[in-house]
């Protein structure tokens, strides 16, 4: 539509995608989460990120559910794969690694408990 072809024929060949089981919302959302999970991306980017592309809240979450009980664990690997496993002795290293974390999609309480706990 943004390039000025018809809504009617673009609705059409959208619903025969989905029909013939070509065209998925769910699977999209569910590839889209893994690969941004291997990428060492957190749940916050990858949310907003679909949110971005249309992708409803419901898919979202339903995408997201599988990998809850990781987060942490991917947030320790993306620590260590750029600090090391040395954790930081002084606040100020410790909170430009907290923003690092935070820019990676990590929520911020779960960067404290990682960091300050």
């Known amino acids: 539509m943004q390039r000025g072809y018809e809504p009617d024929p673009i609705d059409q060949v959208l619903d025969d995608l989905q029909t013939a089981s070509l065209q998925s919302d769910e699977r999209y959302a569910q590839q889209f989460v893994e690969s ?4 060492g991306q957190g749940p916050v980017r990858i949310r907003i990120e679909l949110r971005e592309r249309g992708v409803d809240d419901a898919l979202i979450r339903q995408a997201m559910a599988p990998f809850e009980d990781e987060w942490p664990e991917l947030l320790n690997g993306v620590h ?3 600090y090391g496993q040395q954790r930081s002795g002084d606040f100020k290293e410790a909170a430009r690694r907290a923003r690092f974390l935070e820019s990676r999609g990590f929520p911020g309480d779960l960067v404290r408990r990682f960091l300050f706990d």
Request: net charge positive.
């Open 80 to 82: 260590d794969a750029k």
């Open 36 to 39: 941004r999970v291997n990428r």
